[in-house]
């Protein structure tokens, strides 16, 4: 008798579009892959429009437009309005730099719904040792146009030893540019923050005065600045919900074609990452081993297999076990549970206050 074929995936929700990898700053905690693909081999206009249409079809309901620097596409504005267009909500992820008030008012026109600003600090001088780059005043002249254009606005911070002591007066900065939310994301080990962990990780003491300080500012603001607290699980010792399962909620579609779960995931080895290009986006998303290899339960070893928390972080994040110990299928070091807590232990505990130096900054794909 043959066997019955598993239950489709429910539909993806959420699309992260990287229209390039091309990038005006080089963040130290960047997540990008460190290999970028070439501006020579990013998706044409009317490729990505395709892709819009395809991941309405398959379900998809909002995208980030992302990179890189979206900026750098010139061809922005019919991006936009393709996803539009095949009923997705768009929201701009940008540095900022590049936005100007004409070039604003025609992705509005396109159908541009909303802007996530990246800021790495308060300080001027701090945010270009940070970014590699100097780019503070492109940013605040960026909120002001886009609260100009009454689009909602929310900041990205990206925390780690050099700001997380800056975190009240970054609370203070997005109201004074007029957020509506403001996401205190910990920096997440990939790409080049993997590479710049040593100048990057906080120390336990520094983290628990960032965390005080976000209760105090939700306490006092009480609803008028949504602020969001994404934990540093290397300190904390919880392991993160992968993506909310792996294939589960949201998939990636890189400059260049590629299709993954998330977009870390392009350093795994032997997930044979299919492109757009080859396949469609439905079969990519029910059928390809990228997408297979670690949704559901059936790939868990012990202890995950049996934890009772499996159905809530979902054994962690792959990327993370593979980048922590070779092993994808491995459970995430940064869980007490996993035998391979002491990778993680180890690096907090050689973590040391200061303003972190050192960095090795990204070159590949600046314009």
């Not at 004409?102 to 800021?119: E, H, I, Y």
């Not at 990939?190 to 209760?215: H, S, T």
């Not at 998330?262 to 469609?280: E, I, K, Q, S, W």
């Not at 059928?287 to 054994?315: H, I, N, V």
Request: proline share 7%.
């Amino acid at each position: 008798m043959t066997p019955p074929s598993p239950p489709l995936p429910p539909p993806p929700w959420a699309l992260l579009a990287e229209l390039t990898h091309g990038c005006p700053l080089r963040c130290a905690y960047c997540s990008n892959p460190v290999e970028l693909a070439a501006r020579s081999d990013e998706l044409t206009t009317d490729e990505w429009a395709d892709v819009f249409r395809q991941a309405a079809a398959l379900g998809v309901v909002q995208t980030h437009l992302s990179g890189g620097e979206p900026l750098l596409r010139r061809d922005l504005d019919a991006l936009v309005a393709a996803a539009d267009g095949a009923g997705i909500h768009t929201q701009l992820v940008t540095s900022g730099v590049g936005l100007t008030r004409d070039r604003l008012r025609g992705l509005v026109t396109a159908g541009l719904r909303s802007v996530q600003l990246s800021v790495q600090h308060t300080d001027p001088a701090a945010a270009e040792r940070i970014a590699g780059a100097r780019a503070f005043t492109a940013k605040e002249r960026a909120a002001r146009l886009v609260r100009e254009a009454h689009l909602p606005l929310g900041l990205n911070v990206v925390l780690h030893r050099a700001s997380l002591d800056a975190l009240d007066g970054l609370v203070e900065l997005a109201l004074a540019w007029g957020a509506e939310r403001i996401e205190l994301a910990n920096t997440q080990f990939y790409g080049w923050a993997l590479r710049n962990r040593a100048a990057l990780l906080p120390d336990r003491a520094q983290v628990a005065r960032a965390r005080a300080a976000v209760a105090r500012w939700r306490e006092r603001l009480a609803g008028r600045l949504d602020l969001v607290w994404v934990a540093p699980d290397y300190v904390d010792g919880t392991a993160k919900p992968c993506m909310g399962g792996w294939g589960a909620l949201s998939l990636t579609v890189h400059p260049d074609g590629t299709v993954l779960p998330c977009p870390a995931a392009a350093a795994l080895p032997g997930l044979g990452a299919p492109n757009v290009r080859d396949h469609a986006l439905d079969r990519i998303w029910r059928e390809s081993p990228a997408f297979t290899a670690y949704r559901g339960e059936g790939w868990m070893r012990e202890p995950c297999r049996s934890c009772a928390l499996r159905t809530t972080d979902f054994g962690g994040c792959r990327c993370q076990a593979y980048a922590l110990t070779g092993d994808a299928a491995r459970t995430d070091p940064v869980c007490p549970k996993s035998p391979d807590h002491g990778l993680v232990t180890a690096l907090v505990d050689a973590a040391r206050p200061g303003t972190g130096a050192g960095y090795a900054y990204r070159t590949e794909g600046r314009r």
